[in-house]
């Protein structure tokens, strides 16, 4: 047993990015707008950047940050620097330059590749800018590095939405095997084409996404978010959709309106943040399905999701990919093991190590749930735990009841200082019609134990949430 786990690990982790995703002969063709890429001219243009960016200096093991909004351009940068041998940082371009700053300062790249917009305040930060609109091309090849699984690939900062984003290293080994994992999940395959609205600086974005779409030999099409463009690809022939549920809501929004058949889509994935089982069902009967819920966390690999085949339960994340074992350890804490999982943070040792227990699992930091199925479902963050009166309350759980209200459009809940109880359980609610506080409090009341319960209800017009949907809690406080 322990065995085969060894060696479903070493057939995940095997090879490399760029021997596994430029693989020639497969179809798979990159568009955005009306310009495209087929696999042989991608092949083709990533050893001519690599050229280019061989040329200013990049050797094997440099970091090149990226730090541009999606495009084709984003894709080559990424798969020169990985032809190359060099440690891509993708970063959000929304950040400003407190962010960028500290980014920057940390994994201290070599190059970044930026566009026009962010120019300036790249070179004022004093790092030598590559252009994303005109990436430098070479027509000799470079030679390819010295390779294997354990190389790093990528330094993905954590989203921070606690305390300073810290940059998980990710080896080439790593980013295969969680790719290969949902690949076999979602049966993906070549005649697949993923209509990709998602942040490539992420993981959902980036390995799934991405990776996902070379390592499958599918097709992919890059569009900016929205409801309305989202169905337009779909509905042209997109075969999946990766999304996170704040997107959801509002593809269900646009097609409460604007009603539009899309039964022949094969596949949408929900992750980074939970779905609401109120969402989940408006999915079901407006896009003619409920997406399967995946979940996964920067340094452990996007590695557990509800079965393609099979029912896919609201409120649950469902099973682990091949290769990645979970348990639960102290406070129910979820613990990741697998040939996905990080080795560590970028020049960090001691949150390296803080993020291991003594037997090696990573600790997520998330609190979870293992239901009689074995499938997980994911109760929230340790550290957003609240303990009001002496009682440990765990705010999805009181979130998921208010969800269940039908004038509650989104709820947050958060802990508030308090005299009293040490922390009061405060909501912030997102209405949608009329309701009162009272009301949600004798809701709450007849479904949870009343040290549970909302002391104060604020009714706010939206949560502030990040690039990937997820809520910012930090916020609210
Ligand atoms: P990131 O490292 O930015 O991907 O954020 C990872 C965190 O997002 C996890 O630790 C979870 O708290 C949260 N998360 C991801 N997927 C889900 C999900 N399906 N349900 C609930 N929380 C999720």
């Not at 300036?120 to 000799?140: F, M, N, T, W």
């Not at 996404?209 to 509905?235: D, H, K, M, R, W």
Request: some cysteine; glycine content about 10%; charged content about 25%.
């Amino acid at each position: 047993m322990i065995a085969d786990l060894e060696e479903t690990r070493r057939r995940l982790r095997s090879g490399t990015l760029p021997g596994a995703l430029l693989r020639p002969g497969l179809g798979a063709v990159l568009s955005e707008g009306d310009r495209s890429l087929t696999r042989a001219a991608l092949g083709q243009r990533t050893d001519r950047v690599a050229g280019g960016l061989a040329r200013l200096g990049l050797r094997q093991g440099d970091r090149v940050a990226i730090y541009a909004p999606n495009s084709l351009e984003w894709i080559l940068a990424y798969l020169a620097a990985e032809r190359l041998g060099a440690v891509v940082v993708p970063f959000n371009p929304a950040y400003r330059a407190a962010e960028a700053e500290h980014i920057l300062n940390d994994s201290d790249p070599a190059l970044v590749v930026t566009d026009r917009e962010r120019r300036a305040l790249v070179e004022s930060l004093g790092r030598r800018v590559v252009p994303i609109q005109d990436l430098p091309e070479e027509a000799k090849a470079p030679p390819a590095p010295e390779l294997t699984p354990e190389s790093p690939a990528v330094i993905i900062y954590t989203s921070g939405t606690t305390g300073r984003p810290k940059g998980a290293l990710l080896d080439h080994g790593n980013l295969l095997a969680q790719t290969r994992g949902a690949i076999e999940a979602w049966r993906w395959t070549g005649a697949d084409r993923l209509v990709h609205a998602l942040p490539l600086f992420h993981l959902h974005g980036l390995a799934m996404g991405l990776n996902g779409t070379l390592l499958s030999g599918g097709s992919l099409t890059l569009i900016q978010f929205t409801p309305a463009a989202v169905v337009a690809e779909l509905q042209a022939g997109g075969s999946m959709l990766f999304g996170v549920p704040s997107m959801y809501q509002r593809l269900c929004d646009h097609l409460e309106e604007h009603p539009a058949d899309l039964s022949r889509v094969r596949l949408f994935v929900s992750g980074s943040a939970p779905l609401p089982p109120a969402l989940f069902e408006r999915c079901e009967r407006l896009l003619g399905q409920g997406p399967v819920e995946r979940y996964g966390i920067t340094e452990g690999g996007i590695v557990v999701s509800n079965p393609y085949d099979g029912p896919r339960r609201p409120g649950r994340v469902g099973f682990p990919f091949s290769g990645v074992e979970v348990r639960l350890g102290e406070s129910d804490e979820v613990q990741l093991k697998g040939g996905q999982v990080f080795a560590g943070y970028w020049r960090n040792p001691i949150a390296t190590r803080e993020a291991f227990t003594p037997d090696g699992w990573f600790r997520t930091g998330d609190v979870g749930e293992i239901e009689t199925d074995g499938s997980l479902a994911i109760r929230g963050r340790l550290k957003e735990l609240i303990i009001s009166g002496g009682f440990n309350v765990y705010p999805r759980e009181v979130e998921l009841v208010l969800e269940e209200h039908p004038r509650v459009a989104e709820v947050a809940v958060v802990g508030l200082p308090s005299d009293r109880w040490g922390e009061e359980v405060t909501a912030f609610v997102v209405p949608a019609g009329e309701v009162t506080e009272l009301e949600l409090i004798a809701f709450a009341r007849e479904r949870l134990a009343t040290f549970k319960c909302p002391h104060t209800v604020r009714f706010v017009e939206y949560l502030p949430r990040n690039a990937m949907g997820k809520l910012e809690r930090s916020k609210l406080v």
